[in-house]
Structures are given as structure tokens and as C-alpha cells.
């Protein structure tokens, strides 16, 4: 595996290909990018030959290890790996140790174990219980076993202290045991940088973290809602200047449009793609705009404020009722549509205009809202079409705008709410 850079804009924004992915070496992945998030070694609510029916996906497959630790057994006797089992196929697979899109339970790590959850509930890890599972899997890269309990706010010192120590410490046995495997032969490991929300530590992570043989760099503790967005990116700017430039950076738990841009341009390089599973989940629709082709009436116009973002509107233009309000506050963000809403019961336009996907060129709002309000299973697998294809669709739109230095236009594109010019009923 090897990053290499065409350019770097604005000092820090990286752009590139990842080359030599994959056992036979014949893959890549272009920069910034996002994964393609697969617990259980499929996208959820799709089919393997739905899943190939929509373009601009990526080629690396991300397989929490929390989903398949259950099922350790089950693949040693299988031999051939996750990646055979499942049906990925032709795809790269990353192992990660936890599922983004599922919250994950804090105060059972111990100085020698991690803890994962599955559908049969806790499984504690020692590292060699770690490395015999990926010896099972037998990913093209994997994280590498770490403490990452230090991402709420107030951790103390002491305690960031130790997650780190930890998480070095993981690093050098899973180092130690994977030189000494035959199955994880040509396997890449990304060391994990902890470190909470305290620079001295971040910093100690990452150097000591680039002194070891990794691919990559993890960049853990900074998940959506854990801390400040200010503080968040001062500590991933402070971070890439001392991580090594050849080097890929993943971005653990961060996946809102926003927030993705502005740690692009901080310097990260790789993202999950949970986001898109979450908004299908709570029944609402990607709807947001990222075309850079012209830039009518947006020249002289600044994007809108954090608060504004925030306002207490429903993202379909209209105003929620009080209960709605408080319970969707912590879960719907201003880049999506809640489907849910009786407005979209008459209402007979796709999701997002001019959108190419199955879901926007054969069904309309309307059709949505009643496959929710029901209970069908096909609102799934139909919101999950649109906003996989949507979320990777945004994703080729910034790497367009940086090659053609249209970065800017794209935020505003971002940020004015999707650029939606919705009617109100």
C-alpha cells in the first residue's frame, strides 16, 4: 500500500491515489475517499446484485470486527476468509474494530483487553484473541487493537494517559504476532492515534505510533458529537504535521457533510460510510446539493453560520410540532429529509431533483412516506439506494472540485442546506 500525492491544496488538503490495494496489489483508491461500510460483509438493506446496480462505490469493503467475532469459528473451519464467505468478492477489506453506526458500551476495557459487541452479546479480546480472529478473516489491512474509551468529554488525564500507553502496547503485540503469521502475510496494519482531547497526548501518539511499521494512521476518539468541531479539527491539524506525508489518514466515527470537509481540510484523507445507514434508519433522505457545474447568484454569498444550520426547522422547509422537535433534535442533521412527515403524504417529486439513482427515477416522496408510515421493508432498501448513492456522489464531487479548485463553491453547495428551494405546503 502506497499514498501517493498529485498535489496539496491550501497546505493541508491532500489529494491522490492509494495504490497497491488488494492481494494482488492491482487496486487503488483516489483521495479524500470514504469506505464502504459492510457489517456482516454486506451493505445493509441491499443485496449483493443491488449493491452492483449503482455506480462511484468504492472498491474497499469496511468489516467491523465486532460484527464477526461471533463467527470465529465458523470461519477457521471455513479456511478461506471473510472475504470468500460473504460474497465480496473482488473487493479490498478493512477490519475495523468497532461498527461506526452502532453505539458501543464504555468501562469494560482492561490493561490487557478490549471488548466487542455482537448479537450474542460482549466478547472480550485479548490480543491474541485479536489476532487469531483476523487470522480467520484474512483482510487485505486491519486497525490494530486499541483503547479508544477516552472520547467523552471531562476524561481525565491519567486516564488519556493510560489509553494511550494501552494502545501502544496493543500496537507492538498485534506487530509482534503478525510478523510471526503466515496467513496475514501482505496484510497492512493501521496504528491507532488516541489521545482524547489533549494535544500533548494526540501529538505523543502519533510520533510514537509513525515510529512503528504501519500503512496508516487510524484517527480515533473523534466521532460526531464527542467533542468541540473547533477543538476537533485544531487536534487533526496538529496531528498531520507529524505524521508521515506517504501515509494514509483514516477517520473513525465522522461522516456529516460538513464536518467532512472541514477535516479534509485538516489534512484527513479516508472516511467511513455509516452515515448514509443511519439517516435510512430514523426514515429520512440524503438531500443536499453538491453541484459545482455553475455557480448562479452563490458568488457574493457566504455560507450560513453553525446556528443556522441548527435551526429548529424540519429540513423539508417546514416547522416541527414540540414533541417532534426535541426527539429528532440529537438525531437529524440539515443535510437529509424526514420521510416520516404527513407533508410528504400528497407530495409526488423524487427525493432530490435530478438525481440519477433507482430510487429518484421511479418513485416519489409520497410513495416513501408510505412504505415508512406501514412499516415495508422496501423503504429501506430504496432510502438505502438513494443515500448510498448520494453520500458517494458527494465524495466524487469533492475530489472534482479540488482538481479543478472549486473547493469553495462546493462548501457553499454544502452548506445553504442542500441547496433545496423547497415549497412550502
Not at 496493543?170 to 510471526?180: G, N, S, T, V, W
Not at 477543538?231 to 467532512?260: F, S
Not at 450560513?304 to 416541527?320: C, F, I, R, Y
Request: aromatic share 6%; hydrophobic share 35%; charged share 25%.
Amino acid at each position: 500500500m502506497k499514498l501517493e500525492l498529485s498535489r496539496v491544496v491550501q497546505g493541508t488538503i491532500r489529494v491522490g491515489v492509494l495504490k497497491g490495494l488488494g492481494k494482488t496489489g492491482q487496486q487503488s483508491l483516489e483521495v479524500p475517499a470514504c469506505l464502504l461500510h459492510t457489517p456482516l460483509g454486506t451493505v445493509p438493506h441491499l443485496t449483493q446484485d443491488t449493491l452492483h446496480t449503482l455506480g462511484n462505490l468504492p472498491p474497499v469493503a469496511q468489516v467491523p470486527l465486532s460484527s464477526v467475532a461471533e463467527h470465529q469459528e465458523v470461519l477457521e473451519d471455513f479456511k478461506d476468509g471473510f472475504r470468500k464467505f460473504s460474497g465480496l468478492h473482488d473487493s479490498v477489506l478493512y477490519c475495523s474494530l468497532h461498527d461506526p453506526a452502532s453505539p458501543t458500551p464504555t468501562g469494560y476495557t482492561t490493561n490487557k483487553t478490549v471488548s466487542v459487541w455482537g448479537s450474542g452479546g460482549r466478547i472480550e479480546l485479548t490480543v491474541s484473541k485479536y489476532m487469531a480472529l483476523l487470522k480467520a478473516v484474512q483482510p487485505d489491512w486491519y486497525q490494530s487493537m486499541a483503547d479508544g474509551e477516552t472520547w467523552q468529554n471531562n476524561t481525565s488525564l491519567k486516564r488519556v494517559r493510560k489509553s494511550v500507553d494501552r494502545t501502544l502496547g496493543h500496537l507492538d503485540e498485534c506487530l509482534l504476532l503478525h510478523q510471526k503469521s503466515q496467513e496475514l502475510e501482505g496484510v497492512e496494519v493501521f496504528g491507532v492515534v488516541e489521545g482524547g482531547d489533549i494535544l500533548e497526548e494526540r501529538l505523543r501518539s502519533a510520533r510514537e505510533t509513525a515510529k512503528r511499521p504501519v500503512a496508516g494512521f487510524c484517527l480515533d476518539g473523534f466521532q460526531s458529537g464527542s467533542m468541540d468541531r473547533t477543538l476537533r479539527t485544531q487536534l487533526i491539524t496538529a496531528l498531520a504535521k507529524e505524521l508521515p506525508e506517504d501515509k494514509p489518514r483514516l477517520l473513525q466515527g465522522v461522516g456529516q457533510p460538513d464536518e467532512v470537509l472541514a477535516c479534509v481540510e485538516a489534512g484527513v484523507d479516508l472516511f467511513e460510510s455509516h452515515f448514509p445507514f443511519q439517516v435510512t434508519e430514523r426514515g429520512c433522505a440524503l438531500s443536499f446539493s453538491f453541484d459545482i457545474s455553475s455557480d448562479p447568484e452563490l458568488a457574493g454569498r457566504a455560507p450560513p453560520s453553525v446556528l443556522e444550520l441548527n435551526e429548529k426547522k424540519d429540513t423539508a422547509g417546514g416547522t416541527l410540532q414540540n414533541g417532534e422537535q426535541d426527539n429528532l433534535k440529537t438525531q437529524m442533521t440539515p443535510f437529509e429529509i424526514n420521510l416520516n412527515d404527513n407533508r410528504f403524504k400528497d407530495d409526488f417529486r423524487p427525493l432530490v431533483e435530478g438525481c440519477g439513482c433507482y430510487c429518484c427515477a421511479n418513485h416519489q416522496r409520497a410513495y416513501l412516506h408510505h412504505l415508512l408510515v406501514t412499516n415495508e421493508m422496501l423503504a429501506g432498501v430504496l432510502l438505502m439506494i438513494h443515500n448510498t448513492s448520494h453520500y458517494h456522489g458527494f465524495f466524487e464531487a469533492l475530489r472534482k472540485a479540488l482538481a479543478s479548485d472549486k473547493l469553495d463553491l462546493l462548501k457553499r453547495r454544502v452548506l445553504e442546506r442542500g441547496g433545496r428551494t423547497e415549497t412550502k405546503d
